[in-house]
């Protein structure tokens, strides 16, 4: 069972490599504008809170020097931790797309072939139970009316 949502799931991954790829570039783009514009907020916070240690001699200062030494590598590596967070949230976001997305879309293409008789279901933690309904709803009175006229006109 494992095994055939494995490969199901790599196949959802080669149809929907557009959504994937534009899911994630735009979790990658908030995530580097957010930790940047932080990253500067908090160096520039930073540089003002201490500018006045600048032209002191004092133990303050060499503290200072060191702390502006890591400072940017702690801004690095704590800019890759959320950047790998929001990748993996990403991946799992665009994801949860693309498995509801395929089913409507063979769906509407086999209703679209003739074949009425399908029902529209979505995984419980899809949340789109309200969609598969309305959908279903729709294709009963369609059902209904296409009866309607086929015996009006026999």
């Not at 949502?5 to 899911?23: D, G």
């Not at 590598?73 to 929001?86: C, K, M, N, P």
């Not at 990403?90 to 086999?110: N, Q, V």
Request: net charge positive; charged share 25%; aromatic share 10%.
């Amino acid at each position: 069972m494992g095994n055939a949502a494995s490969k199901r799931s790599i196949r959802n991954l080669r149809l929907t490599r557009e959504y994937h790829f534009r899911y994630l570039g735009l979790w990658i783009m908030v995530t580097i504008a957010l930790i940047t514009s932080c990253n500067l907020i908090l160096y520039l916070w930073l540089q003002e809170r201490f500018s006045g240690l600048d032209s002191i001699t004092s133990p303050g200062y060499s503290l200072l020097l060191e702390f502006r030494h890591h400072l940017a590598g702690i801004l690095v590596i704590e800019t890759l931790i959320f950047a790998v967070g929001i990748v993996a949230l990403g991946k799992m976001t665009a994801h949860r797309i693309a498995g509801p997305y395929l089913r409507m879309k063979r769906t509407f293409e086999a209703v679209r072939d003739g074949d009425e008789t399908l029902r529209l279901k979505f995984r419980d933690y899809d949340h789109l139970d309200e969609v598969a309904q309305s959908f279903n709803e729709m294709l009963d009175a369609v059902r209904k009316r296409g009866a309607k006229a086929q015996t009006a006109g026999e």
